[in-house]
């Protein structure tokens, strides 16, 4: 009986979010079109375990929770790489990013890695009417190479297809540390000009070698060079004195933007798509001092916490512009969590009983499961109903997914149309997904994992990060070790050679440049 009940329960939910379209309160001019607004909220370096409704117990995401619970949550959600620059290669192009060898770890003065020319996730949706804007992080590179950073920043995320972007370059551990607002560094007064050097230093500044009187975050030598609000960074910078952000306001400061920017939404004729790639809890963590001390790990929880609250405030504003039930909110992060990535702000002293990882093997930079697999929800206010899926998504599968969202015919190879598991009318994911780590890959299918035997290092900057990197086959079956502490390559060569045969019919010999082959 019961089942009958949730059957019909099932039943009735998909009628509806069928024909729900049709039935809804306007709201706003763009509802008439039936096309939803899209937020894809994007923190950087969150864990699959760090949110408390995947299971942490030493801190609470009460308003990433409200998602997760009022949602979909994906327990079974990848990002494409672990780390940052492919990963977001991935959701903009749809394409997994070893396919483009530059998509991987950026410095700041990097040209853009993405053609001009290529189809994008913003292109495709401005190309279906919507307003397209990027407010956070972009690391995707900017310009041709030998950026003036005083004058127009183009190509970047205005020439991909963004009607409107407010972003940082690179990451908050890499100069230059500035803002840019559509192609130009914000507040920029053009008597001291701002000047990025990755090699080598301008004469006479100081650097978290030369003046560690200066730093009040002590930092490893690759981040100690320009010291900026007593943080060293990675690489050197000059000039732009006005134009520096402030690290502990960054939240804020992006915040009040995304809110400007929803501000008056309700009046437009454009439905609009808005990512916003908040920068927590990513190197150096710097929350507001206002959540200093609102977790017992220091620095990254309460960087947690912030962004937390920075959610929470984003749904208020979506609420109050009256568009929340016009609105899909995709959330989840570029890679998994690392604990010491660079500075001494004592994350892993601090970690109590906390798992970043969910209890999965692996961090940030690695191929085990921890490295790719991240917190993934989606949430529409009365049109998705709420639950749990555990089936396999991808984040380059939004870029077809949507694409669907929108009756839009554009799609590429990699990227599948998951639009109904999106929205929880099926829980039928992927077969199966290459995951990337630091331009090494993997094959996952079912509860199976392959990682082919490739050059690299086993544990990664000394620091005890297991990349999973080996000389040998590995071959680890999830729904009984979900800690990959078994590798099942000797004993079912059966196994082995199916999963082979997956991962290279996808992906050729010319893109496994670390691959061992015997
Ligand atoms: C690494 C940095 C790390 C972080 C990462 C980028 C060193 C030793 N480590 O190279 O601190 O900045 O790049 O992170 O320099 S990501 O999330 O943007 O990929
Ligand atoms: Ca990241």
Redesign the pocket.
């Known amino acids: 009986m019961k089942f009958v009940q949730t059957g019909l329960l099932y039943v009735f939910g998909s009628l509806c979010l069928l024909s729900c379209n049709h039935d809804i309160k306007k709201t706003s001019k763009n509802e008439a079109k039936n096309l939803p607004n899209i937020v894809f909220v994007y923190l950087?370096?969150l864990g699959y375990g760090d949110v408390s409704a995947y299971g942490a117990t030493e801190l609470n995401t009460p308003n990433i929770d409200q998602l997760a619970n009022e949602g979909m949550k994906f327990i079974n959600g990848f990002a494409t790489s672990a780390?940052?620059?492919p990963?977001r290669y991935g959701v903009m192009t749809g394409k997994y990013p070893w396919r483009n060898q530059k998509a991987q770890?950026l410095p700041g003065s990097a040209p853009l890695i993405i053609d001009t020319t290529e189809a994008t996730l913003p292109k495709m949706l401005k190309e279906s009417g919507y307003q397209t804007a990027i407010i956070g992080?972009w690391?995707l590179g900017l310009g041709y190479g030998d950026l003036n950073w005083n004058g127009h920043i183009a190509p970047g995320p205005n020439e991909l297809g963004f009607d409107h972007s407010y972003i940082m370059a690179?990451?908050q551990?890499?100069v230059p540390t500035v803002y840019i607002d559509n192609g130009y560094v914000d507040n920029l007064d053009p008597d001291d000009p701002i000047e990025v050097n990755y090699e080598e230093n301008f004469e006479g500044e100081p650097t978290g070698y030369n003046n560690p009187e200066m730093v009040t975050l002590e930092a490893?030598d690759?981040?100690n060079k320009t010291v900026i609000n007593g943080i060293p960074r990675?690489g050197y910078m000059k000039g732009g004195e006005s134009a520096r952000w402030s690290d502990i306001d960054m939240a804020d400061h992006f915040l009040e933007k995304v809110q400007t920017y929803l501000s008056d939404k309700n009046e437009s004729e454009k439905p609009f798509f808005l990512m916003y790639t908040m920068q927590q809890p990513?190197?150096p963590r710097t929350p507001h001092p206002r959540f200093e001390g609102t977790t017992s790990m220091g620095a990254r929880g309460d960087a947690i916490m912030e962004a937390d609250w920075v959610v929470g405030e984003l749904m208020k504003s979506l609420d109050e512009a009256d568009i929340l039930e016009n609105t899909l909110v995709i959330f989840s992060s570029?890679?998994g969590p690392?604990l010491a990535?660079?500075?001494e702000d004592q994350a892993e002293e601090l970690l109590g009983q906390h798992s970043p990882s969910g209890n999965l093997k692996g961090t940030?930079y690695s191929l085990f499961e921890a490295g790719t697999r991240v917190p993934f929800i989606t949430y529409w206010k009365d049109k998705i109903e709420p639950g749990v899926s555990d089936a396999l998504v991808s984040q380059i599968d939004l870029f077809s997914s949507l694409a669907a969202l929108v009756e839009n015919e554009s799609s590429t190879t990699d990227s599948q149309n998951l639009l109904d598991v999106f929205l929880g009318k099926s829980k039928e994911g992927r077969k199966d997904i290459i995951i990337e780590a630091m331009t090494r890959t993997a094959y996952k299918k079912g509860d199976w994992v392959m990682i082919p035997p490739q050059k690299g290092p086993k544990i990664m900057?000394g620091k005890g990060i297991e990349t999973a990197f080996s000389k040998k086959f590995q071959l680890y079956n999830l729904a009984e070790d979900p800690r990959q502490d078994n590798n099942l390559a000797d004993s079912n060569p059966e196994k082995l050679a199916e999963m082979l045969e997956g991962y290279e019919a996808i992906i050729s010999e010319e893109f496994q440049p670390n691959r061992i082959k015997k």
Do not use: E, L, M
Request: glycine share 4%; aromatic share 8%.
């Open positions: 950087d370096d780390t940052c620059t990963s770890i992080k690391h690179a990451t551990d890499r490893d690759q981040h990675i990513h190197v570029d890679n690392i990535d660079g500075y940030k900057w």
